[in-house]
């Protein structure tokens, strides 16, 4: 029902930023809510972000809290990440996915997923 693909990885520096995107297929787009997950080498995939239909509601993991920030273009089918004062931590392939879950909890009530971007914080 739904396609998504990530952009805007790379290597940065510590302290620094680096917004990701989540482009979308489809006509229903704002139906779903969209999060942000992250899986670094050696560890379990994480949650990161995720916010809901409209984009009036967002919720993070303490980890990011106050550092990242998601929002949401339903005209441009498109969710975005944006990452300030990163640190090696942050280092992970991150994915968004999609689900029609109110209020979903767990990583598999998101039933769509991307391929994942790469992000490498140097120090």
């Known amino acids: 029902q739904v396609q998504l693909v990530e952009s805007g990885g790379g290597l940065v520096q510590a302290g620094g930023s680096l917004r990701l995107s989540c482009a979308a297929s489809g006509r229903t787009f704002s139906s779903y809510w969209i999060g942000w997950f992250r899986q670094a080498p050696g560890k379990e995939r994480e949650f990161v972000t995720t916010?809901?239909?409209?984009?009036?509601?967002?919720y993070y993991s303490d980890s990011v809290k106050g550092r990242f920030t998601i929002s949401r273009d339903n005209v441009k089918n498109t969710v975005y990440l944006q990452m300030n004062s990163l640190r090696p931590e942050d280092t992970a392939v991150y994915y968004c996915?999609?689900?029609?879950?109110?209020?979903?909890?767990?990583?598999?009530?998101?039933?769509?997923w991307g391929q994942g971007t790469q992000v490498t914080v140097s120090s």
């Open positions: 996915a999609a689900t029609t879950v109110f209020f979903p909890s767990t990583q598999r009530e998101y039933h769509y």
């Open positions: 916010i809901n239909r409209s984009g009036s509601s967002t």
